[in-house]
């Protein structure tokens, strides 16, 4: 049973950085492609970013909207999945999921979600 827990989110203010964290058990991360996705208040949920499997080369993308601001990465060790998220904006608020495709090398679509953590950015 695989199973994501979310953590890190909180109120930052505007400009200001966090970090999320995804802990993963019942499967080892690098062995899938993982992702994040936030959904507003109101709004239908958006992809964020992802990192392909590791024998798939373990790259990474980005929606525009976080490129240049947000980096993903994983501790294989830990198997945990990080989101690291600067200069952030009201925009920015969400509740932001980890997930896990295991079905293909990239990021196509979650077949597991974590219960997601809550970012508040305000001015």
Known sequence: QVQLVE???????????????????GRAINSVAMGWYR???GKEREFVAFISRSDYGGGTDYADFVKGRC??????????????MNSLRPEDK??????????HPVMVRGDYWGQGTQVTVYS
Do not use: P, W
């Not at 989110?9 to 993963?24: D, E, K, M, P, Y």
């Not at 969400?94 to 079905?103: L, P």
């Open 39 to 41: 959904q507003a208040s």
């Open 7 to 25: 953590s890190g989110g909180g109120l930052v203010h505007v400009g200001g950085s966090l970090r999320l964290s995804c802990v993963a058990s």
């Open 71 to 84: 980096t993903i990465s994983r501790d294989n060790a830990k198997n945990t999945l990080y989101l690291q």
């Open 94 to 103: 969400a509740v932001y999921y980890c997930a896990i495709d295991v079905r």
